[in-house]
């Protein structure tokens, strides 16, 4: 069975980032990909795993030359449809075969979903440095992982299913979580993002917490007023780069540059 091709097949991918809560992973993530494009005056990025197109389309819109890559045929479709009218190049791909793309081709590569769906060390390696060999030296590189601990917290805990991860052996001794593709999300821990990132030639600038606590506090933010809105999307910004945080937010984005 193909647990990924059915999971996207049956969700609003789009409305994932459109609540309240969810809004904070894509405002944190634009934030920094916009500074990073400032920084190295990028004008060509690469989507790796663009899903809908959310990223892609609203780069393309600030007039960057974006190409996106989707591995699902589902999400491919709806990405196309949302970007109607709008300069963007888009094709059905893997993250591990890049081979239609030369070395050196890209300002900046963005691996925002890739990487929640690599089960093994090895295919993350390679979806790394299939990003980093289409990157220019001196370009960023941006991925996203899925985190260990708030899906323990969450799942595991808060959702009542101790015993059938316990059952299905889902958790190592150190409650390490352990994915196959019927899980569909792999979860990382911030020292398997450090000993990812050493096989690659790069350098990394920062890891960031991109959603924080939003997830655990889901109802409440998703209720707030907009002023109160406002001035937690201050906090989470002030605090996103505080490693002592990083692990227990949901996603995090770690910012590399290609040397």
């Known amino acids: ?8 097949e049956s969700r ?11 809004q904070i992973e894509y405002i944190t993530t634009m934030k920094y990909i916009r500074e990073c ?9 690469l989507e790796i795993g663009a899903g809908t197109g959310r990223y892609s389309i609203a780069l393309a819109k600030d007039g960057f030359d974006v190409t996106a ?3 699902i045929e589902h999400n491919l479709e709806i990405l196309r449809q949302n970007a109607k009218g709008v300069r963007l190049d888009a094709f059905q791909g893997d993250a591990l075969d890049l081979s239609r793309f030369s070395d050196n ?17 090895e295919d993350k390696k390679k979806a790394l440095s299939e990003a980093v060999r289409v990157t220019k030296k001196g370009g960023h590189i941006l991925v996203a992982y899925c985190m260990n601990e708030p899906t323990v917290i969450q799942f595991a ?8 991860v316990f059952k299905k052996g889902l958790l190592t001794p150190d409650w390490h979580c352990k994915s196959e593709p019927e899980q569909v999300f792999e979860l990382v ?32 933010i998703d209720g707030m007023d907009d002023k109160t809105y406002r001035k ?9 780069e505080r490693q002592d945080l990083i692990g227990a937010s949901n996603h995090t984005l770690d910012i590399l540059i290609k040397n």
């Open 232 to 240: 937690w999307l201050e906090y989470h910004i002030a605090v996103c």
């Open 12 to 22: 609003d991918e789009d409305s994932r980032l459109l609540s309240k809560h969810g």
């Open 69 to 71: 890559v989707e591995l």
């Open 189 to 220: 821990r911030t020292e398997d993002i450090a000993r990812l990132d050493d096989t690659a030639d790069v350098t990394r600038v920062k890891l960031i917490a991109t959603d924080g606590a939003a997830h655990y506090l889901s109802e409440l």
């Open 37 to 45: 494009a400032d920084k190295t005056k990028a004008k060509r990025v």
């Open 105 to 121: 081709t890209f300002d900046m590569t963005l691996v925002l979903g890739p990487m929640y769906h690599l089960y093994s060390f």
């Open 1 to 8: 069975m193909d647990y990924l091709k059915e999971y996207y």
């Open 157 to 164: 805990f808060r959702r009542g299913n101790l015993d059938y």
